[in-house]
């Protein structure tokens, strides 16, 4: 199982920047999905993660109406749009993948990407 992590970058508060998670090496469709994200010096933290059918999804109460997470079943890809970014949602952002209901324990994820460094500055 191989999940490739992409499209983070630098930008400057209040910007955008929107996530890709490519999957390989499971079937997509039954598995749930999460975004976590981890700062220098403190812990892994869930982001939002969403169902194997795409029909729920949570977020995290610091992201909430900022974040958007979405899958594309035909393309085995998984995204986080972030807008209204700030310095504070710095991290390397990870997406990770189990087989089941969606969680937002990330010791519940059985596959992980490499992660994408999130920065946002002026």
């Known amino acids: 199982v191989q999940l490739q992590a992409s499209g983070g970058g630098l930008v400057q508060p209040g910007g955008s920047l929107r996530l890709f998670c490519a999957a390989s090496?499971?079937?997509?469709?039954?598995?749930?999905f999460g975004w976590f994200r981890q700062a220098p010096g403190k812990e892994r933290e869930a982001v939002s993660c969403?169902?194997?059918?795409?029909?729920?999804?949570y977020y995290a109460d610091f992201v909430k109406g900022r974040f958007i997470i979405s899958r594309d079943d035909a393309k085995n890809t998984l995204y986080l749009q972030m807008d209204s970014l700030k310095p504070e949602d710095t991290a390397v952002y990870y997406c990770?993948?189990?087989?089941?209901?969606?969680?937002?324990?990330?010791?519940?994820?059985?596959?992980w990407g490499q992660g994408t460094q999130v920065t946002v500055s002026s």
């Open positions: 969403i169902s194997s059918r795409g029909d729920t999804s």
């Open positions: 090496g499971l079937d997509f469709d039954d598995h749930a």
């Open positions: 990770a993948a189990r087989w089941g209901l969606a969680l937002m324990d990330p010791e519940s994820y059985d596959y």
